[in-house]
């Protein structure tokens, strides 16, 4: 019996998210922010906050530095098992200044701690200490010569994977990709990410693109147009709930909260299409990427109703 849905893997950050400039700067210049806030960051804290607040259990794998105290104490108070995360007391937490508009970002970022993230993954799976886990969900760009083998130990835990890579263009533009895309049991680019691998700039070509090079099942985020869902060979669209938003940030993980919780559910994939819908668009009606995502009766109900305009 699996004690946990799921473990999120991947570099931890704080979140230092600046917004309300009257102008963006050119080199030299300085503009004030009117807004300023502090979150727990990245895709593997974001993700697991956003399915914590949803109702699913879950765990964070990663590594903070000696100062990281806070972020840890934050990911605990959203619901979240922090027993996995490796301090690293030569090191500080890594943290990302995020520069943020309704309409997208710019992040400036400082590795940190999260430079020994890879080899701390690796040794968890090796000593199968991710069994207690129906799924891992890898919030970082595995590399690629060994990410075979990092996922066929992972699935030696007992446990499904599912990746989100981020912009990470050398990644994205790999010849070895195609073969790890088909290891996957779920990959969640968006369209920038799905444009940069397949070379292609409709989502329906993208989509057929990862067919043919063997990945099972692609859930692409499309921003305001909503998502589309490649599974098992048929292909389904989704528009998003109409929202007001004011931060950008983190949307694309609680996208993949949303269909995670779904998903490990078992929810239909077009229940988890929508949820993921839900999830990603109220999450920019909040500063962060966790405080928009709604609970999971409320995520129930906006997914009733949805069901009765269908």
């Not at 946990?4 to 931890?12: P, T």
């Not at 990302?96 to 590795?111: G, N």
């Not at 389904?236 to 007001?244: C, G, I, K, N």
């Not at 500063?287 to 069901?307: I, N, T």
Request: charged letters at 20%; hydrophobic letters at 45%; a negative charge.
């Amino acid at each position: 019996m699996k004690s946990l849905d799921v473990i999120l893997a991947g570099e931890l950050y704080a979140d230092l998210i600046l917004s309300g400039f009257e102008f963006w700067p050119q080199p030299g210049q300085e503009a004030f922010a009117k807004h300023y806030h502090r979150e727990v960051g990245g895709g593997a804290s974001n993700t697991a906050c956003g399915m914590a607040k949803l109702g699913s259990t879950v765990s964070v794998l990663g590594v903070v530095g000696g100062d990281g105290d806070w972020l840890v104490e934050q990911l605990r108070r959203n619901g979240v098992d922090t027993s996995d995360i490796i301090r690293d007391g030569n090191e500080a937490t890594a943290f990302t200044v995020a520069i943020t508009t309704p309409e997208d970002r710019s992040l400036l970022t400082y590795l940190g701690a999260n430079q020994g993230f890879p080899a701390a993954l690796a040794q968890s799976a090796a000593a199968n200490l991710l069994a207690r886990a129906a799924h891992v969900h890898l919030a970082f760009a595995p590399e690629l010569s060994t990410a075979g083998d990092l996922l066929s130990a992972i699935r030696a835990n007992g446990c499904t994977v599912s990746l989100d890579v981020g912009w990470h263009e050398h990644w994205l533009r790999d010849a070895r990709l195609p073969k790890i895309l088909a290891l996957l049991d779920l990959f969640f680019p968006n369209e920038s990410e799905a444009r940069c691998i397949t070379g292609e700039t409709e989502p329906e070509k993208m989509l057929r693109w990862f067919i043919s090079n063997g990945a099972p099942r692609v859930a692409l985020k499309l921003g305001s147009s909503g998502a589309a869902l490649l599974w098992d060979g048929e292909i389904r669209h989704d528009a998003p709930p109409a929202v007001t938003p004011v931060d950008t940030t983190g949307a694309g993980d609680s996208f993949n909260a949303g269909f995670l919780h779904c998903w490990l559910r078992g929810d239909s994939p077009e229940i988890c299409l929508r949820a993921a819908n839900i999830c990603g668009a109220l999450s920019t009606e909040a500063f962060g990427g966790v405080a928009g995502v709604p609970e999971g009766a409320r995520l129930q109900e906006l997914l009733k109703v949805h069901s009765c305009e269908k």
